[in-house]
């Protein structure tokens, strides 16, 4: 494949998916590209906090504004992907109380809604948190999927003509005369190689855009933090619980769908490990501990899974040594910075501000190729969030089908719609009623903790690229439930080798159950150890895996 | 490292292996259902999040049966998650049909009151219709009779006086059906007891126990009639009496195992000392302190059918120990299989027919025994066998009853 674009974005995560849909929606002609699928950075490696800002609003006020107006923006453009339900800011006994005060004045200055409420009032509102805290603030804090967000902006951006490749890593940079002209890439799967040319690169490869810098002979230094973070099988709060001092470890506890995460830890590690990270023992003893004093419930919850990922924090320019980390968006032009044209990096910033980075990235694309036209992404709702009169090519209500869900008639299955399809809505938004429904082989469960039907696997493989266990677990959640695969992977794995035969799936499958254990095995005790050893019973004693 | 793992009704320590959906007598006959497992464990997660995920029509499905709990091997409350789900989530209140069938006490009284009319009336094939067309009881449905003399009436008139001669001395809760349908089976019981060598006591109050009440959605009638009998049995005992017997293995059920979590009433000092009158005769029998003499050429051919709280309670096991020592018994054992009637269940119009296909089973099973009667612990599970089938049946009790020699017996152990 050669072929001209106007910008190629690397990296298919939050920043780089939000960026193809701006470019696209200016117009100009995109081709985003991922190594693997989409959020298999830090991008799918967090809290899936919708942060207020709060948190930052002490030391880092910019992100704190930020935050805030991303925040806000979110609730409308991605109204499928947000959980509005506030959070908590506790003090407890051993914690300053003047911070508190400290805390709310920094929020208000930021544009952050703060009500100090009293303990009483916290315990009521969030019956699970610590009940020795000695002061609560409620902020606009809300949970995000990350997983939904980043393949909405993904549709989007395919809507309007970007073209998107995922397992095509880039090998090389294609200069020329001290410019970018494109990647050389190599498919993952298959070892096969081609290239891409375009006027512009944009290089949004999270913790991984240290080194595409490095191949246009540009050094940025980052300086990769791991974070691991703990899934408890249900919800323990319904609202997020933070504590309100100095940001630490594991002091942020976050509900989101039908479960609970705790994070995060922080280490510094090398560059070469960030493909190879484990969460350990001592990193689980710490959030178990520290997660304890926001809800006390999480010493005996059972745990469904540990995982950890690498915030992509950058140097500033002026200080290589590092010292002067910032959290907050770095946008570089490497032809002023490195004289090395047609080349941008964008980095730093944060899940929360995926979409001011690509409004920056895009303004500066733009702005090279001549091109005048305003950001609309903060305007314009996402796919599954827009209003259902809207038709997309990727999701054309399907009038051939008698079965669709509003036309189900005399199904008997018809009662237990109610259950699944609500579940069903949280995931697609307005593109729910889409997925095939109202027949027994279109409503037979694959994923029973999650509630994902035939229907909904057939919709995400025609409709949003997917063909392996993992991407299907990242559009819908299969396997994502307390349960990690051992009813579902087989089922999700049938229904998929349709479309890729079965000897491509039973491999798949056997990756998907390896990389399912690797997020169990630092917290296998208890159930979660029974769980694990039920899986291999089936797959491998039973199945033959 | 955890050491412990706690949770609402132990819903995490479900491991998704699924025993309980096949076990589930819905489930497995009717797609409508969408079983034990979605509708417990998994739908519960949802539920914490939002009471939009809240499905009552399916939830309405579940028959309380409870085989799901016995069949889970890591203890996960199935049915009870079920149940809270429901009182908790309910938006509905219950209609007049739910009001008539779970205040079994209320209407009992009533009925007994005019009994001859009652019987005729609920006989009558156009009071069915009525019913079936107005509040939605099924006409299909066989009413169980009223008797004209209530249990508690004949036990003052009858048997009150002679309790005290007995140096050890039980009480008893009778329940709805032995007091307004059934007094036979009471009285089976004080003679039985009385033949041990135990007087029998009625408690100060006794209201039903709620089963049905809590069924239909009625917990805070049930919770107020559930702490008048804990406290008239704390009292009995505080009197002195040993024990309190049953004969209703789901009024035990709900009083020993969901008076705590459903109803949030304390009743651990007591519990140890309730349970079926089969139990404490079991043990009274295998401890060698009672003395048996059972009638000349007794000879009888049975079957035993483990009604579902029996299973629950996990009791069955001392009823069989008992019908065991019974010469002449020829005793079959049917396969653990629901009836289908599930208390006021297969009352609603709109389970009828499934009511019967679960019971097909156990019907089938029943009429190829060839015995001439069902020995069974429930009186739910006796209304359902009657009608769906030719044979008569009879609870443990007073199959003892009929089998000793009771002048005999007793004078062997008061001597």
């Known amino acids: 494949m050669s072929q001209e674009y106007d910008v190629i974005v690397i990296g298919g995560g939050a920043t780089g998916a939000g960026t193809a849909r701006d470019c696209a929606l200016r117009g100009l002609k995109t081709l985003l590209i991922e190594r693997y699928d989409f959020t298999n950075g830090a991008t799918g490696r967090n809290h899936g906090l919708l942060h207020s800002g709060a948190r930052y609003a002490v030391n880092d006020a910019e992100s704190a504004e930020e935050c805030i107006k991303e925040n806000m923006i979110l609730r409308k453009i991605a109204r499928h992907c947000v959980e509005e339900h506030d959070g908590l800011f506790i003090t407890l006994p051993e914690d300053d109380l003047e911070y ?69 890593e880039v090998t090389s940079l294609i200069i020329n005369n001290g410019r970018v002209e494109g990647v050389n890439l190599r498919n993952n799967l298959t070892g096969e190689t081609s290239e891409a040319r375009a006027q512009i690169t944009v290089n ?30 249900h919800r323990v709060n319904n609202m997020v619980i933070n504590r309100c001092r100095k940001p630490a470890n594991a002091d942020i506890l976050v509900p989101g769908d039908a479960i609970t995460v705790i994070g995060t830890t922080s280490d510094r590690v090398p560059i070469e490990t960030v493909d190879n990270l484990r969460v350990t023992p001592e990193e689980v003893e710490v959030l178990l501990t520290e997660g304890a004093q926001l809800a006390p419930a999480l010493a005996s919850t059972r745990i469904i899974r540990a995982y950890c990922g690498v915030r992509p924090l950058v140097a500033s320019d002026d200080d290589p040594t590092g010292r002067n980390i910032s959290r907050g968006i770095v946008c570089l032009d490497h032809e002023t910075r490195d004289g090395m044209a047609g080349f941008i990096t964008i980095t730093g910033g944060k899940l929360m501000t995926y979409r001011l980075m690509a409004e920056i990235a895009t303004d500066m694309v733009c702005k090279k190729l001549g091109v005048n036209k305003r950001c609309t992404t903060a305007e314009n709702a996402l796919p599954g969030t827009q209003p259902d009169s809207v038709e997309h090519e990727y999701d054309v209500v399907k009038d051939h089908s008698p079965y669709g869900r509003r036309s189900a008639g005399e199904d008997n299955r018809d009662e237990n719609k109610t259950y699944v399809s609500h579940v069903q809505q949280g995931r697609f938004g307005n593109n729910a009623h889409n997925i095939e429904a109202g027949r027994p082989d279109k409503d037979a469960l694959v994923c029973e903790c999650e509630q994902v039907t035939v229907g909904e696997v057939e919709y995400a493989m025609e409709h949003q690229m997917v063909e392996r266990l993992i991407q299907l677990r990242r559009r819908t959640r299969t396997g994502m439930g307390t349960c990690q695969g051992q009813l579902c992977a087989l089922r999700a794995a049938c229904v998929l080798s349709h479309k890729t035969g079965v000897e491509a799936a039973k491999a798949d499958l056997r990756n998907f159950l390896n990389e399912r254990w690797k997020g169990m095995q630092p917290v296998a005790w208890g159930s979660t150890l029974s769980e694990a050893q039920l899986i291999q019973r089936v797959y491998r004693d039973v199945c033959g895996l | 490292m955890q050491t412990e793992s ?23 006959n009717t797609d409508a259902y969408p079983g034990p497992k979605q509708c417990g464990p998994d739908a519960e997660r949802y539920r914490m999040k939002d009471i939009r995920f809240f499905d009552e029509s399916a939830l309405k499905k579940c028959l309380n049966c409870k085989r799901c709990e016995v069949a889970c091997p890591h203890g996960v409350k199935v049915a ?31 009925a007994t009151l005019v009994a001859p009319i009652a019987n005729f009336a609920t006989g009558l094939q156009l009071s069915k219709e009525v019913l079936h067309a107005t509040v939605g009881i099924d006409h299909r449905r066989t009413f169980p009779k009223y008797a004209g003399t209530k249990f508690e009436t004949w036990y003052h008139r009858h048997a009150a006086q002679n309790q005290g001669q007995f140096k050890h001395q039980v009480a008893y809760f009778h329940g709805c059906y032995v007091n307004f349908n059934y007094p036979k089976l009471g009285q089976d019981l004080v003679h039985v007891m009385n033949a041990f060598g135990y007087g029998v006591q009625l408690l100060e109050k006794e209201k039903c126990c709620g089963v049905a009440l809590m069924a239909n959605n009625m917990y805070n009638q049930a919770k107020k009639q559930g702490q008048v009998n804990i406290d008239s049995m704390r009292k009995a005992l505080q009197g002195g009496v040993e024990t309190i017997v049953t004969t209703s293995s789901s009024c035990t059920l709900n009083m020993r195992e969901d008076y705590p979590t459903m109803l949030g009433i304390d009743q651990k000092d007591v519990k140890e000392h309730l349970g079926l009158a089969v139990r404490f005769i079991s043990r009274l029998l295998d401890e060698g302190n009672v003395k048996l003499v059972w009638k000349e050429g007794f000879k009888k051919h049975v079957c035993y059918h483990t009604a579902c709280h029996m299973a629950r309670l996990g009791w069955n096991v001392y009823t069989l120990n008992i019908l065991r020592q019974i010469p002449g018994l020829e005793l079959d054992i049917l396969e653990q299989n629901c009836c289908g009637i599930s208390g006021t269940y297969g009352f609603k119009k709109e389970n009828y027919e499934l009511s019967q296909k679960i019971g097909s089973t156990l019907f089938n099973d029943i009429e190829a025994t060839n015995a001439e009667a069902v020995v069974t612990e429930c009186e739910t599970c006796k209304w359902q066998i009657e009608m769906s089938t030719s044979l008569p049946v009879i609870n443990p009790i007073s199959l003892l009853a009929e089998a000793l020699d009771l002048e005999a017996t007793q004078k062997a152990n008061i001597r």
């Open chain 1, 100 to 168: 508190q005060k400290t805390f709310v004045e920094r929020c208000q200055h930021a544009g952050i809604r703060a009500d100090i409420i009293t303990p009483e009032d916290a315990l009521r509102r969030e019956p699970a948190v610590n009940p020795r805290l000695i002061g609560a603030v409620v902020v606009p804090d809300g949970s995000v999927d990350p997983f939904r967000l980043t393949i909405a902006n993904v549709l989007d951006a395919r809507l309007h003509g970007a073209d998107v490749l995922t397992y095509h």
């Open chain 1, 204 to 233: 949004a490869a999270g913790i991984w855009g240290t080194l595409i810098a490095k191949m246009a002979g540009a050094q940025v230094s980052m300086f990769p933090a791991k974070g691991s973070l703990l899934i408890f099988g």
């Open chain 2, 6 to 28: 706690k949770s609402p009704l132990e819903l995490e320590q479900c491991l998704k292996c699924s025993i309980c959906t096949a076990v589930c007598p819905v489930m497995n």
């Open chain 2, 80 to 110: 009870e998650l079920i149940q809270t789900a429901r009182r908790d989530m309910s938006q509905h209140g219950p209609g007049l049909r739910e009001i008539m069938l779970a205040n079994t006490d209320i209407m009992g009284s009533l």
